[in-house]
T-cell receptor, first 116, second 109 residues
Framework: GAVVSQHPSRVICKSGTSVKIECRSLDFQATTMFWYRQFPKQSLMLMATSNEGSKATYEQGVEKDKFLINHASLTLSTLTVTSAHPEDSSFYIC????????????FGSGTRLTVV | DAKTTQPTSMDCAEGRAANLPCNHSTISGNEYVYWYRQIHSQGPQYIIHGLKNNETNEMASLIITEDRKSSTLILPHATLRDTAVYYCIVYFGNEKLTFGTGTRLTIIP
């Protein structure tokens, strides 16, 4: 149990376009999801906390107009990178709390975004 | 800020036990110790967690010192597939997870 599906796994887009990444909890309801980004050989950096039915909470230094988060249902959160630039190229990972009890958080498999 | 300190990297021979240490000297009484690992280009995977007692599951064992200021993750018979970055994290309840730098474990054939 407690599976989080993230899609797409890889995406290449042109500068100036927007990219949407989906994060779904498959067998449990997730009122809260988290979005991370990870640069090569670095640790995961929390970007924002996504709450179902309300606005996301962004970490300091993360542009909320650049990284739009929508958590419209108990099983789906989306991250849209708007007007992407090469410096937005990164590994994006979502996680969800719920369905695993004290086993903590379940993570998606990540999305490798390359902006050309 | 991460509340844990881990060695940057470690090597372990295949088939031997891998012992990964973690210091969490500021851990509070209700915080659990969690271990996750991240294989290259994948999302982190839950391994094990504990409060104060030692724990064992099908993946690993977790040894927590009596004062709870440090712990050791033990992979009893390391395989090449255990090569990954291992993260030790302390938290309680509904906190958001903060990742430290983790330990890059390399299993040597």
């Amino acid at each position: 149990g407690a599976v989080v599906s993230q899609h797409p796994s890889r995406v290449i887009c042109k500068s100036g376009t927007s990219v949407k990444i989906e994060c779904r909890s498959l067998d449990f309801q997730a009122t809260t999801m988290f979005w991370y980004r990870q640069f090569p050989k670095q640790s995961l950096m929390l970007m924002a906390t996504s709450n179902e039915g309300s606005k996301a909470t962004y970490e300091q230094g993360v542009e909320k107009d650049k990284f739009l988060i929508n958590h419209a249902s108990l099983t789906l959160s989306t991250l849209t990178v708007t007007s992407a630039h090469p410096e937005d190229s990164s590994f994006y990972i979502c996680s969800a709390r719920g369905g695993t009890g004290l086993k903590g958080y379940t993570f998606g498999s990540g999305t490798r975004l390359t902006v050309v | 800020d991460a509340k844990t300190t881990q060695p940057t990297s470690m090597d372990c021979a295949e088939g031997r036990a891998a012992n990964l240490p973690c210091n969490h000297s500021t851990i509070s009484g209700n915080e659990y110790v969690y271990w996750y690992r991240q294989i290259h280009s994948q999302g982190p995977q839950y391994i094990i967690h504990g409060l104060k007692n030692n724990e064992t599951n099908e993946m690993a064992s977790l040894i927590i010192t009596e004062d709870r200021k440090s712990s050791t993750l033990i992979l009893p018979h390391a395989t090449l597939r255990d090569t990954a970055v291992y993260y030790c994290i302390v938290y309680f309840g509904n906190e958001k997870l903060t990742f430290g730098t983790g330990t890059r474990l390399t299993i040597i054939p």
